[in-house]
């Protein structure tokens, strides 16, 4: 029996063990999930969570529901290499491959007080906090420190939902710096109409309680600010002695594999990948991808194959701006902008096809083996 474990149950875990499951199902595997939370979290909505929007909740049990991979709810505390096995909530898991997805986290460190003080969209919980605070004080004023898409969804949003709040966009270079021109314009007029403040060409190097403090002393008061500057890995993969890069993310070969570890895949954000273009950056669009590819991978391996080398480029950057509002801009493959963008209502419904879409690849993916094509890999 060949046991796969897959730590992490965000975007690019589920589709990982679901598809493996039903790719290796008659290879004599027995597949396991690890997951903290028995909830599934769909991160791209979690700008919406923050302003008290509510979401449906989505179990895991049920998603896996029909696939044969058995679930673990436990925080993964430590993974033994030399034993192969995985400490989680007092339990001892055994693995044979392991599949490491365990995602990111808001990186607050490198800035004092960020840690301390500030506000992230790590999570339902997370994102619930800055909710309860403007359901008890709708007129606060919130920062929102950070310009790419992440930030600038986020201001949208809390903008729209609380138009009694003032909210305040502080950021190093403009909004949506990857963007072309005409789609950056577009995307400024619709956060000025929204009464969002944009602050560009600023650095908050110190959070306080009451506000931000920016290079050069100057203090921006806020009631909460909410940090969406970048993220970082999990310490697990370093402490367990994998080859990480400075980032703390899992250094693999072509085929997703631990250049140091050869039995652990590692996927999505906790993953340093590397294409002929460049490195990829954590998103959903290329998080899937990489656990369809993992998945693959391990199929082919057991079955005698070679696996295959990891082949992705970017599409787009859908951001969206309030529930009324949003703007496309199509990419490369690099994710440097092509000359076309959407905007309007049919990028609003473009961008809720893009959020929706990781749950019909589950249900689908449990009962067909979907061409990854279809899921987005190329």
Not at 82 to 106: K, N, P
Not at 125 to 135: I, V
Not at 229 to 247: I, R
Request: contains cysteine; hydrophobic residues 45%; charged residues 20%.
């Amino acid at each position: 029996m060949h046991r796969i474990v897959v730590l992490g149950a965000g975007y690019t875990g589920m589709i990982a063990a679901i598809r493996v499951a039903r790719r290796t199902r008659r290879l004599g595997t027995r597949v396991t999930l690890v997951n903290p939370s028995d909830r599934f979290t769909e991160r791209l909505r979690m700008h919406q969570c923050a302003t008290g929007q509510p979401l449906p909740t989505r179990s895991i049990p049920e998603l896996l529901r029909g696939t044969g991979v058995g679930f673990v709810r436990a925080h993964a505390e430590r993974i033994d290499t030399a034993r192969r096995e995985v400490v989680a909530g007092g339990r001892v898991i055994g693995y044979d491959t392991l599949v490491y997805a365990v995602g990111s986290v808001a990186e607050t460190v490198s800035v004092p007080g960020a840690g301390a003080h500030a506000y992230t969209l790590d999570g339902i919980d997370a994102a619930g906090r800055l909710a309860a605070l403007l359901g008890a004080r709708p007129d606060a004023t919130v920062a929102v420190v950070g310009g790419g898409l992440t930030g600038v969804e986020a201001a949208a949003e809390l903008a729209e939902r609380h138009p009694a709040a003032r909210v305040l966009l502080l950021t190093r270079d403009a909004p949506g710096p990857l963007m072309t021109p005409r789609a950056r314009a577009r995307l400024d007029r619709a956060l000025a109409g929204l009464g969002v403040r944009v602050r560009a060409g600023v650095e908050v190097t110190r959070v306080l309680a009451d506000g931000v403090e920016l290079a050069g002393g100057e203090r921006v008061a806020a009631d909460a600010t909410l940090w969406t500057t970048g993220f970082t890995a999990s310490p697990l993969a370093a402490e367990a002695g994998l080859a990480v890069d400075g980032h703390g993310r899992v250094v693999v070969d072509a085929t997703l594999r631990s250049v140091s570890h050869p039995d652990v895949v590692a996927i999505g954000d906790a993953a340093a990948i590397r294409q002929p273009w460049g490195m990829i950056h954590g998103t959903c669009q290329s998080g899937i991808p990489s656990g369809v590819h993992a998945a693959d991978s391990i199929a082919r391996v057991l079955a005698g194959r070679a696996a295959r080398p990891f082949r992705f480029g970017y599409v787009h950057q859908p951001v969206s701006l309030g529930r009324r509002d949003a703007v496309i801009q199509f990419t490369h493959a690099d994710d440097s902008p092509r000359r076309w963008f959407l905007a309007g209502r049919a990028a609003v419904v473009y961008k809720e096809l893009v959020t929706r879409s990781p749950l019909p690849a589950y249900r689908l993916s449990k009962r067909v083996t979907v061409p990854a094509a279809m899921l987005g890999f190329r």
